[in-house]
């Protein structure tokens, strides 16, 4: 499956994007999906995820209650919204999707299967 993540920006302290990540060729209802993203100068982290089947969801504890992650399989696409941004959230964003994940393999990068580009959000103070 290919991916593309799309949405990212400038936006201000407190400010919100929302962030797409959409499937070609299959449909991304079979996989799960996940967020990650990587600031200059840092590793990779695990932002949220979302199981291909119930939909249940994991999110960093940097993000909880501020990120929210949602599938619309009728239109194909993963979506990360991003409210309350801080500066810290500046990174490149990138969604990952894998059709056999396990839930205790939610925030592991090194289990998803297929990977979009990166879409970059920054946020100012």
């Known amino acids: 499956v290919q991916l593309q993540a799309f949405g990212g920006g400038l936006v201000q302290a407190e400010g919100s994007l929302r962030l797409s990540c959409a499937a070609s060729?299959?449909?991304?209802?079979?996989?799960?999906v996940g967020w990650f993203r990587q600031a200059p100068g840092k590793e990779r982290e695990f932002v949220a995820a979302?199981?291909?089947?119930?939909?249940?969801?994991l999110y960093a504890d940097s993000v909880k209650g501020r990120f929210t992650i949602s599938r619309d399989n009728a239109k194909n696409t993963v979506f990360l919204q991003m409210n309350s941004l801080k500066p810290e959230d500046t990174a490149a964003y990138y969604c990952?999707?894998?059709?056999?994940?396990?839930?205790?393999?939610?925030?592991?990068?090194?289990?998803?299967?297929?990977w979009g580009q990166g879409t970059q959000v920054t946020v100012s103070s």
């Open positions: 990952a999707a894998d059709q056999s994940l396990i839930r205790s393999s939610m925030s592991n990068g090194n289990a998803y299967d297929y």
């Open positions: 060729e299959r449909t991304l209802s079979g996989y799960s």
């Open positions: 979302i199981k291909r089947s119930g939909g249940a969801t």
